[in-house]
């Protein structure tokens, strides 16, 4: 039977290992199951029967697989109707050119050589399962699919901007976000939040979400279409500065310690600053960015703000962060559903958020979110 290494959150993307090399496939189970669920097996048997009971989202495949090759497990598992499509990474010994050939022939996706770094691995890892979900937005609305690719397009574009810390242009922004206003404008932007769902970049992913919903906030209570962009502007680079935090950081399982949670909360102010830097860079969009952690009664942070000192603006994108925190797909905590969620808000944080304006969010979204998503 293979042997299973349970992930803590069952919404994490499930990988499945196969490999006859036991000490290669433990390293790889250790660094990917901070990340996914992951399934491990030795051979070909085992792993065909297993992955048709629990179809991962991608298989690595070492280059040795009993009883044969992982060229021929490879063949094999093209073979399964419902592995078809299944992305497949064939990890090479020594990056044999015949074998990896044989390996993209037999239908790898992609392949790795020995010796690799972890990043490269995770890399192509996350690439690969992002690829099969971005091929999934073509059967989603019109309005939806552009709100997806345009913002991100952007996105990476603003991680290289922020990489080499050249300024960002807020109209670029602009443009891009005005689709998903389109998409709340014309009520399919749950279609929006259903597509971003399984991608596997976290910050892209409460972005996007944090966006659509700081628009829909904005469309709900009549603000005109360019205040609505700016939400949804406010919402995509809200937590820029977290571009700039490993991975590793920003997925861990476990207790951080003081100086990772010290970068977490730079992200605020490392934000507000690159966003600085554009010349044509709304207010609104600072406030966003800057006080979307403050809390009325103080307790929040960079600047432990009150009630007094946080305007309408901090306020919303502070609803908005934190029920969509709570509700995004996370390695390291649950995931909670819509009305679990509001529930929180309502009854444990009456004193840290504008509970008028979580009344009025917990209204717009059950009237608007399919009941299905609403529950």
Not at 254 to 273: A, C, F, P, Y
């Amino acid at each position: 039977m293979p042997v299973i290494v349970q992930g803590k959150i069952p919404d994490k993307h499930l990988v499945a290992i196969v490999d006859g090399n036991v000490r290669h496939r433990e390293q790889l189970s250790a660094t990917l199951q901070a990340y996914y669920s992951v399934h491990i097996y030795g051979d070909s048997t085992n792993a065909l029967m297993g992955l048709g009971v629990s179809p991962p989202g991608l298989v690595l495949v070492g280059e040795y697989v009993p009883p044969s090759s992982g060229v021929n497990f490879i063949r094999a598992l093209r073979f399964e109707r419902e592995m078809g499509q299944t992305p497949v990474v064939f990890i090479s010994d020594n990056g044999d050119p015949d074998v990896l050939a044989a390996a993209l022939s037999a239908g790898a996706t992609d392949c790795i050589i020995k010796p690799y770094r972890r990043s490269a691995l995770l890399n192509v890892v996350s690439a690969q399962i992002n690829m099969r979900v971005e091929k999934s937005w073509k059967d989603l609305p019109t309005l939806a699919c552009s709100a997806l690719q345009d913002t991100l397009t952007l996105f990476g574009s603003i991680a290289d901007i922020f990489d080499q810390s050249y300024p960002i242009q807020y109209g670029a922004v602009a443009e891009s976000c005005a689709s998903i206003v389109d998409a709340v404008t014309t009520n399919v932007y749950p279609a929006i939040l259903e597509g971003v769902h399984d991608h596997d970049q976290v910050t892209f992913v409460h972005s996007l979400r944090a966006a659509t919903l700081l628009a829909l906030f904005g469309h709900s209570i009549g603000l005109p279409r360019p205040q609505q962009i700016l939400l949804a502007c406010g919402g995509l680079l809200h937590d820029v500065g977290k571009l700039g935090i490993r991975h590793s950081v920003l997925n861990k399982t476990e207790n951080l310690t003081d100086d990772e949670k010290q970068m977490i909360r730079d992200h605020v102010g490392v934000g507000v600053s690159f966003l600085r830097g554009a010349t044509d860079m709304p207010k609104g969009i600072l406030t966003i960015t800057g006080q979307h952690h403050e809390r009325l009664d103080g307790s929040g942070y960079p600047q432990g703000l009150a009630a007094n000192q946080l305007n309408e603006l901090a306020r919303m994108s502070a609803v908005v962060d934190i029920f969509t925190a709570m509700t995004d797909p996370r390695m390291y905590k649950p995931r909670y559903r819509v009305q679990e969620a509001l529930k929180i808000m309502t009854d444990e944080m009456s004193s840290q958020i504008d509970q008028e304006l979580v009344a009025r969010f917990r209204e717009i979204l059950l009237d608007t979110l399919p009941k299905s998503a609403a529950r």
